[in-house]
T-cell receptor, first 114, second 108 residues
């Protein structure tokens, strides 16, 4: 069974630009969560989508948005990039969201903002 | 607000020695707790969860509600245990709150 895939793996942008990251979950998984990982703040929850609906949201500004498609693939968008947005962005997929669910993480997209 | 604290950034032990990675949490409800591990050049993966009461790769973790702790333990460290370990709490809806992680280094 193929794991969670994320594209692109590396991205370099400049301040003020916008970026879209993509996540393909494991087949059959309907929940996709996004996390930001930085050396200073560690792993922080961005948001979670389930069946095309945002079900949970972390404490990030509105510049961070996402969506989920009917095939469960998810995209995350960051507008008006800032230097502090440089991070590893991880997505994780799960079947449906119960406490017995396991989240499977992708390899991440490394975003560098210059 | 939910919070997870891992007080040690780095823990260095000798092979064969016992290991204890500390994790304390703050949560008003009844949390579900996890340990995730990231080996070098690999993706983050689940090691074990409290609800399963399982032992994975010789690791166990006991939830102590009185001390709000979920420490990870292994009686005899192996070289292949060297990795980054994250304690995480789920308060509901697949939202994981992670600790800052502890780098475990097992020396020969």
């Amino acid at each position: 069974k193929a794991g969670v895939t994320q594209t692109p793996r590396y991205l370099i942008k400049t301040r003020g630009q916008q970026v879209t990251l993509s996540c393909s979950p494991i087949s059959g998984h309907r929940s996709v969560s996004w996390y930001q990982q930085t050396p200073g703040q560690g792993l922080q929850f961005l948001f979670e989508y389930f069946s095309e609906t945002q079900r949970n949201k972390g404490n990030f500004p509105g510049r961070f948005s996402g969506r989920q498609f009917s095939n469960s693939r998810s995209e995350m968008n960051v507008s008006t990039l800032e230097l502090g947005d440089s991070a590893l962005y991880l997505c994780a997929s799960a079947r449906g969201g119960g406490l017995t669910d396991t989240q499977y993480f992708g390899p991440g997209t490394r975003l560098t903002v210059l | 607000a939910q919070r997870v604290t891992q007080p040690e950034k780095l823990l260095s032990v000798f092979k064969g020695a016992p290991v204890e990675l500390k994790c304390n949490y703050s949560y008003s409800g009844s949390p579900e707790l996890f340990w995730y591990v990231q080996y070098s050049r690999q993706r983050l993966q689940l090691l074990l969860r409290h609800i399963s009461r399982e032992s994975i790769k010789g690791f166990t973790a006991d939830l102590n509600k009185g001390e709000t702790s979920f420490h990870l333990k292994k009686p005899f460290a192996q070289e292949e245990d060297s990795a980054m370990y994250y304690c995480a709490l789920e308060g509901g809806g697949n939202k994981l709150t992670f600790g800052t992680g502890t780098q475990l280094k097992v020396e020969l």
